[in-house]
């Protein structure tokens, strides 16, 4: 994958100048062959077949006996009549090359296999490593690293949380690695204790907590974009089980939880040592600067062992894409990632490297006023703390080398996104998840906008109790339709009003009374936004939004929002599937998410993940507002993605009928509101405290 080669051994050490040269013959090749001892010097017949080269070279190897030579386009007949397989290719004229057999195990699952795995999809594709879909940890060829590169404020950890969210909503185990969240801890001096090399790695884990103080939402904000951590106040991913309450009436608020760190434990120091590095250092520009040793030490040591855990992650544990999130704004340094990521894991794993640049000058201070109200700036001045983070953008630029020349010529797969997503450039993208992960940021965006998710209203399957099926709205259903349709105008013209005001209560830098963060968009924030109205191709969905106006509204009947087709057991109660089918019942019960219904077009929540994925790719793309009218299965799987939900709450999340769920991309995630129709006031109340949980009934 990269032509950076490894260390050749009549290199000494001291003699690395960043570039460490590939052996001549691979690791893999290595551990297939024997043991050498003289070089064959004797020649290969040239009228040998291919079987009989592979005796030559291998003595072990026995060639099919051959009844009589005829010409190379002609099958071979062994002695027993038993032809050799054939094909329509003509044979060589010449020998190939050799191919030595690929080694074989008892222990499949677990031997590691660096041959990549073209296409691997949960639920869609299955093999005897990886019944189940998923990559699996032996296949290293089939992973991917990605590199962030760029300077500080460009909005690298924003497009980490979003890639991260993307794969792991794929069923991709994804993890993000932050160099910045461990720099903290450790020049903090809360018992981070420097190891005697900067290379070194202590021989165990500790677990060092953040101390987090009284945060205002910008500040929160600022921490989970730039730390990566997630708030259970805006994105809930550990759902509360329904058997300690009602499902409507677990309205508490909860806490955010402080963000921590786990750093490995550092070879044992002298207590002089100790009581040196347990004091907090200045983390100011000048903490940033090349010729501050100590800073730089630490700066290095938390890079490196933050690699190490990417690398753990991998090929020790279950991960299929870990990120590593700091500047890696030298080639040197990228120099360095490399080398670590090819000594340990070999030249088979994926590694893409993803530059974020900013060229638009809105853009830039957006993203500068988020790091103001980061945990770097905590408390202080945002004027003395704006002129101190652009000396540390300044120190960053004097050693900045963009991707470009050094990566294509040594062939390293990379792309490049200018003013996040307003331009992208890519240079040989490998692998399927490489694939994806480019794929979904062609089609980047955060315009401010709305995105409403609801289900249709009351059917008469609903009041049967009947799963699946094409019935009418009953007439509460009708009854939501038209209130919906009402409401839904008053909020579009509502988030008019409120974005203006916004727009006009945002200064840089900040000051007291800003709407903040503002979020980092390239484009007009004032042009007028269009609404968008997805439906399914279900009646029941169809009719919930015939009152929207065409004229308004941009009205659309989409077969991917279609419920999940339940198969055999389309049109039955639950009751009923467990008196007919009662070891499928309990079957689904046991594993919803990867349970698929059977029958002529059954299907299961993986499958409803993949074909939805289109609809998640251009909501993203998108600049206009929507409303999705659904059904519960696929509001579901929309809220697992938009949320950033574990993939074991997917399936069983209440998403009960009158509710809509008010969807608001930010720079730190989405924000999230929940609606109720009260159909005395025929009308939607807010519901403030509302948060997802688990449905108390298995459906």
């Known amino acids: 994958m990269s032509k950076i080669p490894l260390q050749a051994p009549e290199h000494s050490p001291g003699q690395s100048n960043g570039v460490v040269p590939r052996p001549k013959t691979s690791a893999r090749s290595e551990s297939r062959t024997e043991p050498r001892t003289e070089p064959r010097t004797e020649p290969i017949p040239q009228s040998q077949s291919q079987s009989q080269i592979l005796a030559f070279r291998n003595p072990e190897l026995k060639p ?27 044979a060589p004229s010449a020998p190939a090359s050799p191919r030595m057999p690929a080694m074989r195990s008892n222990s499949a699952a677990s031997t590691p296999r660096m ?28 992973k991917l690293v990605i590199i962030m590169v760029g300077l500080p404020a460009r909005g690298k950890s924003y497009i980490t949380k979003k890639m991260t969210r993307y794969l792991n909503w794929l069923q991709h185990d994804t993890k993000i690695f932050n160099v910045g969240e461990r720099r903290r801890v450790a020049a903090s001096g809360h018992g981070y204790q420097m190891s005697s090399s900067s290379l070194e790695r202590g ?52 806490d955010p939880r402080p963000a921590r760190v786990v750093s490995p434990g550092p070879a044992p120091l002298t207590p002089p040592q100790e009581a040196e590095n347990d004091k907090a250092m200045d983390q ?144 040989q993208v490998r692998g399927f998840l490489a694939g994806q992960a480019v794929y979904y940021l062609l089609n980047f965006n955060l315009a401010p906008r709305m995105i409403w998710i609801t289900r249709h209203g009351e059917s008469l399957d609903n009041v049967a109790g009947k ?80 009152h929207f106006c065409d004229e308004n509204y941009d009205v659309k009947q989409m077969r991917m929002l279609d419920e999940l ?65 659904t059904h519960r299965s696929v509001a579901r799987v929309l809220l697992a993605y938009f949320q950033g939900l574990n993939r074991e709450d997917v399936a069983d999340l209440d998403c009960p009928l009158g509710i809509l769920y008010q969807l608001e991309p930010k720079p730190y995630g989405v924000e999230f509101k929940a609606w109720r129709y009260n159909p005395d006031q025929d009308d939607f109340e807010h519901l403030p405290d509302y948060k997802l949980r688990r449905a108390p009934v298995i459906h």
């Open 115 to 142: 041959r990549p795995t073209t296409l691997d999809i949960p639920g869609l594709t299955k093999s005897k490593v990886s019944p189940d879909g998923k990559i699996a940890q032996r296949d290293v060829g089939s």
């Open 64 to 90: 099919l006996p051959l009844l009589s030579n005829h010409s190379s386009h002609a099958p071979a007949i062994s002695q027993d009549g038993v032809g050799s397989a054939l094909s329509d290719t003509p």
């Open 284 to 427: 100011s520009a000048s903490f940033f600067d090349p010729s501050n040793k100590k800073a730089a030490q630490i700066r290095e040591q938390c890079a490196m062992e933050t690699l190490d855990d990417l690398l753990d992650y991998i090929l020790i544990g279950n991960g299929s894409v870990g990120i590593f999130d700091a500047t890696n704004s030298t080639l040197a340094r990228r120099k360095q990632i490399m080398e670590k990521i090819r000594q340990r894991a070999g030249p088979e794993l994926n590694v893409l490297f993803v530059e974020s640049v900013c060229q638009d000058q809105t853009l830039l201070e957006s993203n500068m006023r988020l790091k103001l109200s980061g945990p770097d700036y905590d408390g202080k001045d945002p004027v003395a703390a704006l002129t101190d983070f652009k000396k540390r953008v300044a120190i960053y630029e004097k050693n900045y080398v963009p991707i470009g020349d050094y990566e294509e010529e040594n062939n390293m797969p990379y792309v490049k996104m200018v003013d996040v997503g307003r331009k992208m450039v890519s240079h």
């Open 565 to 629: 087709n339940a198969g055999i057991m389309e049109g039955l109660t639950y009751t009923e599937i467990k008196e007919r089918y009662e070891e499928e019942f309990f079957r689904r019960r046991k594993d919803k998410l990867a349970y698929r219904y059977p029958g002529p077009g059954g299907e299961g929540y993986l499958d409803v993940i993949n074909r939805i994925r289109p609809v998640i790719v251009e909501l993203e793309r998108m600049t206009d507002h929507c409303l999705l009218v």
């Open 203 to 254: 021989p165990s884990g500790l677990a060092h907590a953040l101390e987090q103080k009284e945060s205002t939402l910008p500040q929160i904000a600022a921490k989970i974009l730039i730390n990566g951590e997630s708030v259970d106040t805006l994105s809930p991913l550990n759902l509360p089980s329904p058997v300690r309450e009602h499902h409507d009436a677990g309205l508490d608020c909860v």
């Open 467 to 546: 799963i699946g099926g094409d019935s009418d709205l009953s007439e509460n259903g009708r009854k939501y339709a038209k209130a919906m349709t009402r409401f839904i105008d008053c909020q579009r013209k509502e988030w008019a009003i409120h974005q203006a005001d916004k727009i006009a209560n945002t200064h840089f830098p900040p000051i007291p009374g800003d709407h903040t963060p503002p979020n980092p968009h390239y484009g007009n924030e004032t042009e007028t936004k269009n609404f968008c109205v997805w439906t399914s191709m279900l009646k029941r969905s169809v009719q919930s939004a015939e």
